[in-house]
């Protein structure tokens, strides 16, 4: 987990390196359709219950900026609400955990125009997620608190799920550019979790505290609206009207003549 929390930091100021370099062109609002999955790598707990994994559909609700120095190369940054877990049904276990997330994606995207107006985007970048709520049904019990912040602390090192997540986010989209500076995004994006989102906690065997290694997947199936914040005006300087050609009006000098 500390070389997790010390790469988090790196990218971190990578990022902001990055951000006094580049100007935020653009803000959007982002909203998807999520299908979430869970994978315990604990070998024990992976051989009995990950045949068992289901998806468990959710949603996010996300607003972000974007920044960039030219055309092609372009970094997201988001804020919002995303929903993850997974159901379980078989003949090892039932039942479905929701966890509900405030996540932080970064993502460093490259652009390329197709046709007219349709440019396609393709990325990678880092996510943080925190969990500020959770719920757990299982043989037909609910646990409505299953982040348990309300815990003393001496109790807390027993808590089952570990409320932050970090891990990879891969998107590929599509980009419409319309009139008036207004832009659509319709894409895809996959989080691939590489923290374990479980603690080791007697709460899985009741007996001796043990980690299962839960891991996150997310595919989102997204659509956003952008709006341009700068747009590159060339000053097209007016022509000076042609000076009219004033004739000259210094009086002519005339030579007397004289007569016979």
């Known amino acids: 987990m500390k070389k997790i929390a010390k790469l988090s930091l790196m990218l971190l100021f990578m990022l902001l390196v990055m951000q006094t370099q580049a100007q935020i062109k653009r803000i959007g609002i982002k909203s998807g359709l999520n299908l979430s ?29 974007e920044s960039s120095k030219n055309d092609y190369f372009v970094t997201q940054v988001g804020l919002g609400y995303t929903g993850k877990g997974f159901k379980m049904s078989g003949d090892s276990a039932n039942g479905r955990l929701r966890l509900h997330y405030l996540e932080l994606p970064i993502i460093f995207k490259f652009r390329l125009p197709i046709a007219g107006p349709i440019k396609i985007m393709a990325g990678f970048g880092p996510y943080f997620d925190f969990a500020f709520a959770g719920k757990l049904v299982s043989d037909g019990s609910t646990d409505h608190d299953i982040i348990e912040y309300g815990m003393e602390k001496s109790s807390k090192d027993n808590r089952p799920f570990n409320p932050a997540d970090i891990g990879l986010v891969f998107s590929g989209n599509f980009e419409i550019n319309l ?54 005006k060339k000053k097209v300087k007016k022509a000076k009207p042609d000076q009219p050609q004033i004739p000259d009006t210094q009086p002519t000098q005339v030579t007397p003549t004289t007569v016979p």
């Open 179 to 232: 009139p008036q500076g207004k832009n659509i995004e319709v894409g895809v994006d996959y989080n691939l979790g590489i923290s374990k989102i479980s603690n080791n906690s007697t709460y899985f065997t009741g007996i001796d505290p043990i980690n299962p290694g839960l891991k996150s997947g997310v595919l989102s199936i997204t659509v956003s609206y952008l709006l341009d914040l700068s747009k590159d």
């Open 37 to 65: 999955k869970g994978e315990f790598v604990n070998q024990a707990y992976g051989d009995q219950f990950n045949s068992s994994m289901k998806n468990l559909t959710g949603g996010e609700l996300m607003f972000y900026w």
